[in-house]
C-alpha cells in the first residue's frame, strides 16, 4: 500500500467548541475539554503524515444549518486558509453532507471532518482480511450518506480496501444503488469470516484455555504490553490506532496452571467513535465479549485518564458488555507509570480492586502483571467451575 497521504498538504485545523450545553449533548464537544481535544485531533491528524499549519479553536453558540459557522467565522476562517495557504481543512466535528459541501465551495479547499479523518487512518492501519472488510464497509456506510466524491486532493494510487481513493482509484461518484449492492456484498463476506472465528473461539474454549482481551482507550501502550506479556512483537508505535486487527497469543509464564492462558490486543477506543465504525467493527468487538475477563489498560501520565476511562466503560457497554461483568471481571492496568509526575487524581483510581500500576519496559513490573493475571485467572476458573462453564 501506498503512502495514503500527500506531504504536500498544508493543513488547517478547525476545533468547534460548544459553548452552550443546549444545543448539543455530547460533552466532548464542550468548552472544558478543549485541551482534551486539541491533543487528541492533532495526535489524529499526524497519523495522517500531513503538515499542519495551525489550530484554530471557535466557540459555538448556535449552529448554522448550512454551515455549521457564523458569518465572521468563516470570514476569520476564510484569511488563515489564504494567509498560510492551506489546501486542506479539518474541521474536529461531524459535518453533515450540505455542511461539507458549503464549506468546499465557499474556501475553494477540501474540507473533511473528524469521521473522515478517523475511517482514513483505519482504512491505512487494516491488514487482516476481515479489518479490510470492516473498513471497507464503514466507508460505503458513510458514502451512502453523501455521494460525495473522493478525496481528490489526494493525488495517489494505491491498493487495499481503504475508501479515500484516488480518481484513478475507483469512480468519483458511486450512485446508492452501486453502494448498496457492495455493502451486501460485504456483509456476506464479513459473516463467513465471523463464522471461521467463531469456530476458532469455540476451540479454544474446549481446550480449557482462558482469554483474556487487553481494552482501552487508543495509544495507552497496550500493545507493548502485550508484547511483553506474550514475547510478541506486535505493532507497538506512540501514535493513535496502530492495533487494528485483534492479535491473540499465549502469555509466557513460569506458574504450574493447567489452563493456557491467552492474550488478545484490541483495537484502542477513542472519543466520539463514529457510528459507521462501531457498526462495521461490531464483529471484532464482539471478540471482547467472549472474553473471561478484561484489562482495562489506562494511561496513568494523561491528565485526562479519568474522561477516557469513562469512554472506555462507555464503549465496553454498548457493545453490550454488563456492569455486573465490568464490576466482577476485571483488571484495572494503570500504565506508563514512569512517565507520570503529577498523578495524585489519577492514583484515586487505582484503588480499585484487582489494579496494578505498571510501565511496559520494566521487568519487574511485567512479572507482577503476569502473576496478577495468574492469580486473576484462579479465581474466575473457581467461579466459572461453579457455574458450571468448563
Known amino acids: 500500500m501506498n503512502n495514503l497521504s500527500n506531504l504536500n498538504d498544508r493543513v488547517l485545523i478547525v476545533i468547534p467548541v460548544i459553548n452552550s450545553y443546549k444545543i448539543f449533548k455530547d460533552p466532548f464537544y464542550y468548552k472544558d475539554n478543549i485541551d482534551n481535544r486539541k491533543s487528541e485531533i492533532i495526535s489524529l491528524v499526524d497519523a495522517l503524515s500531513v503538515k499542519v499549519l495551525d489550530v484554530f ?7 448554522s444549518s448550512a454551515n455549521l459557522f457564523n458569518k465572521n467565522v468563516l470570514d476569520n476562517i476564510s484569511s488563515l486558509i489564504k494567509q498560510f495557504k492551506i489546501s486542506l481543512l479539518i474541521i474536529d466535528f461531524q459535518l453533515n453532507p450540505i455542511q461539507q459541501r458549503n464549506l ?11 469521521t473522515q479523518v478517523i475511517l482514513e487512518i483505519f482504512s491505512s492501519r487494516a ?17 451512502k450518506t453523501r455521494l460525495v466524491r473522493s478525496w ?14 484516488g480518481p484513478g482509484e475507483r469512480q468519483l461518484e458511486l450512485d446508492r444503488r452501486i453502494i448498496n449492492k457492495n455493502i451486501k456484498n460485504l456483509k456476506k463476506d464479513l459473516q463467513k469470516v465471523v463464522k471461521t472465528r467463531a469456530i476458532q473461539n469455540s476451540k479454544r474454549k474446549n481446550s ?6 487487553l481494552v482501552g482507550y487508543t495509544n495507552t501502550g497496550k500493545s507493548s504490553l502485550f508484547n511483553n506479556l506474550t514475547n510478541s512483537s506486535v505493532i507497538s508505535k506512540n501514535m493513535l490506532f496502530a492495533t487494528l486487527d485483534p492479535t491473540l497469543r499465549l502469555m509466557k509464564h513460569e506458574m ?23 457498526e462495521s467493527f461490531k464483529s471484532t468487538l464482539e471478540f471482547i465479549k467472549d472474553s473471561d475477563f478484561l484489562l482495562i489498560v489506562s494511561d496513568i501520565s494523561d ?23 465490568l464490576n466482577e471481571k476485571v483488571v484495572n492496568v494503570f500504565n506508563k507509570i514512569d512517565l507520570a509526575k503529577n498523578v ?42 461453579n457455574n458450571d462453564k468448563y
Open 256 to 278: 504450574s496452571y493447567k489452563k493456557k492462558i491467552i492474550l488478545s490486543d484490541t483495537v484502542g477506543f477513542i472519543s466520539s467513535l463514529p457510528t459507521e465504525l462501531i
Open 344 to 385: 495524585k487524581e489519577n492514583l484515586q483510581l487505582t484503588k480499585f480492586k484487582n489494579s496494578i500500576c505498571t510501565s511496559s519496559f520494566n521487568t519487574d513490573d511485567i512479572k507482577k502483571l503476569k502473576k496478577k493475571i495468574y492469580q486473576f485467572s484462579l479465581t474466575l476458573n473457581y467461579s466459572l467451575v
Open 127 to 143: 491488514i487482516s482480511r476481515e479489518g479490510k472488510i470492516q473498513v471497507e464497509l464503514a466507508s460505503l456506510n458513510f458514502q
Open 152 to 165: 481528490t486532493h489526494l493525488e495517489r494510487q494505491r491498493g487495499g480496501a481503504g475508501f479515500l481513493g
Open 303 to 325: 491528565k485526562n485518564m479519568k474522561v477516557k476511562y469513562k469512554i472506555i466503560l462507555k464503549t465496553l457497554e454498548s457493545i453490550g458488555i454488563k456492569q455486573s461483568f
Open 208 to 213: 480449557s484455555s482462558i482469554i483474556v482481551s
Open 57 to 63: 479553536t471557535i466557540k459555538i453558540n448556535n449552529f
Open 104 to 114: 468546499e465551495v465557499l474556501f475553494k479547499v477540501k474540507v473533511i471532518d473528524r
